[in-house]
């Protein structure tokens, strides 16, 4: 009885957890990145079926969560650590690394400390590794 209860409430939680991610997502990426994540071509880049990527590459790890719009998010670092991953689960799941780890409230607490001043110069060095190590290039409308 005690381990049934135990499992819904952990499931319970869980569910509450992506819900508040994705309103989290809702409220304060949808604006530029919209509902679907598929962005503005030209100006805001297409999280869907990329994102995943750049964590494949030194240094892209870091730069999801330096990039000025999650840097300086008003979320605290475990709601934008908790839609980071969200993201990363939905947007590009399939690109995911096979040693993928979440990113913690304590990790992400950190990372934006050093927020980019030039988060465009930083993403073309990425974006060139992406397609070096992957073979991968982000689709010309993102």
Known sequence: MVTALVCILLTWTAHA???????DYILNCQGCHLADGSGAPGK????NGFLGNFLHVPGG??????VPGAAHSV???????????????????AQLPDDYVPYSGEEVGAL?????????????ELLHEIETLLGVRESAGS
């Open 17 to 23: 957890d992506t819900n508040l991610a994705r309103q």
């Open 44 to 47: 805001v880049p297409n999280l």
């Open 61 to 66: 790890r870091e730069y999801l969560i330096q």
């Open 75 to 93: 979320l605290n670092d475990d709601r934008l650590a908790a839609v980071m991953n969200w993201m990363l689960e939905n947007f590009s799941r």
């Open 112 to 124: 934006r400390k050093n927020a980019l001043l030039d988060p465009g110069a930083r993403r073309g």
